[in-house]
């Protein structure tokens, strides 16, 4: 991913298909100042009480809870809920907390979001791949894997999965798949990490975590994308119990927020404030606040679906180019006939003024495939045009015979 930035700034008039962010014209500071002054008068307390260091937990976990309860049909009690710097953070508090000791391992749907396993990574936990077939996942690959990771002495603690339009695939599992998947959860004895960045942006489907009756499912959410960026806040709900060898019970949010505290203390405040400005404003209903922009990202996908079919169905590509049509979200991945690698993303960018990711980087060891992901939320409709033009032409000159 360093390399991807480091190509996107050599080449600033490259037309980028990379980065999955929200639209910038969303955004606007006027709205900044405004939640804050909501949250600050809905609380009733003065700003310098945003000054100092914050709990460890959070200071708008009720706030959140109530949001979840609105959106996702989600019933937690707010003890159960840690704020966090984004959803890395919270990925990052929960693979410590699972990692005991060496024998500790973790499952994830591959392809795999590269913050989840850069993550595992940093921490020497060990991570294996689990298919996700159309389904999103490949629950027959699930047991076999557990029983794998199991015969080879370790100790699978969970399996991450992002059941709503995945990131770098686009995926989604339907309602069944997602029962299944919780049945195979309390078979295996695995807890569940979900993550969902995109839920909001495509059709409603249950999270896991709203169909979750055995608390087998930690969920970590993130308002980058429906609130704003820039703020870094994110959340886990960790709502299982944690038998200590004293006897003593305890939440896992709790066990959580212990070590948040020897990592970044606590969320900012300041930041804190203008998100729960905005949940309350909302009154907690952040997938109608959002119904603009997620219409503007449908436009937005299936204006590149009908650009990808106008290019690639022409005779020259003698249907070599596919690509998946996901129902919602951010991304979608391209199989071309042609390797792709950092190699052919530095001549993209260079020769052809066109960015992608190459779907290499989501894959563990960063072998090279004939994939690549396009992002297509925050592309304006001539660029998408232009952008995706250069890139027919670049697989045009490269496939092979």
């Known amino acids: 991913m360093n390399f991807l930035n480091e190509v996107a700034i050599r080449h600033p008039h490259a037309i980028s298909f990379a980065a999955g962010r929200p639209i910038d014209e ?56 840690l704020v966090t710097v984004g959803a890395q953070e919270a990925i990052h508090l929960v693979l410590r907390a699972l990692r005991r000791d060496d024998r500790d391992a973790v499952l994830a749907v591959a392809p795999t979001y590269v913050g989840f396993t850069g993550a595992a990574l940093t921490m020497d936990l060990p991570v294996f791949d689990v298919r996700d077939g159309d389904d ?14 199991r015969h080879l002495g370790l100790r699978p603690r969970a399996c991450y999965v992002m059941p709503d339009f995945a990131n770098p ?50 969920y970590v ?39 948040k505290s020897v990592v970044t203390v606590n969320t900012s405040p300041l930041a804190q404030a203008v998100i729960g ?23 937005n996908l299936d204006r590149m679906l009908a650009g990808l079919e106008r290019r690639f169905s022409e005779p020259r590509f003698g249907g070599r180019v596919t690509w998946t049509a996901p129902e919602g979200g951010f991304f979608l991945v391209v199989d071309v006939p042609c390797v792709v690698d950092d190699d052919l993303l530095e001549l993209a960018a260079r020769d052809y003024g066109v960015l992608f990711t190459p779907m290499s980087y989501f894959l563990r060891g960063g072998r090279a495939v004939s994939q690549l992901r396009l992002s297509f939320s925050r592309i304006l409709p001539e660029e998408m045009e232009t952008g995706l033009d250069r890139l027919a032409a670049l697989v045009a000159d490269r496939q092979l015979p």
């Open 26 to 81: 969303h955004f606007d500071a006027a709205d900044v100042h405004r939640w804050l002054d909501v949250y600050l008068k809905h609380e009733g307390i003065p700003a310098s009480a945003l000054f100092q260091y914050g709990p460890t937990k959070g200071i708008i976990a009720e706030p959140v809870a109530r949001h979840l309860r609105a959106d996702e049909g989600i019933e937690i009690d707010p003890a159960a809920v």
């Open 169 to 218: 695939s686009g995926r989604s599992m339907d309602v069944p798949v997602r029962h299944r998947l919780l049945e195979a959860a309390a078979e295996h004895d695995l807890l569940l990490i979900e993550d969902n960045p995109y839920g909001f942006f495509g059709p409603r489907r249950p999270s896991l975590k709203a169909l979750d009756h055995d608390r087998r499912v930690i």
């Open 221 to 259: 959410g993130t308002f980058a994308k429906t609130v704003l960026p820039g703020a870094r806040v994110g959340y886990v709900v960790a709502d299982q119990r944690v038998h200590a060898a004293d006897g003593s019970v305890s939440l896992f949010a709790d066990e959580l927020a212990k070590l």
């Open 136 to 149: 999103g996942i490949d629950l027959d690959d699930l047991a076999e894997t557990v029983r794998r990771v």
């Open 277 to 299: 400005g905005r949940l309350i404003e909302a009154d907690h209903r952040l997938r109608e606040a959002n119904a603009g922009p997620a219409a503007e990202y449908r436009r």
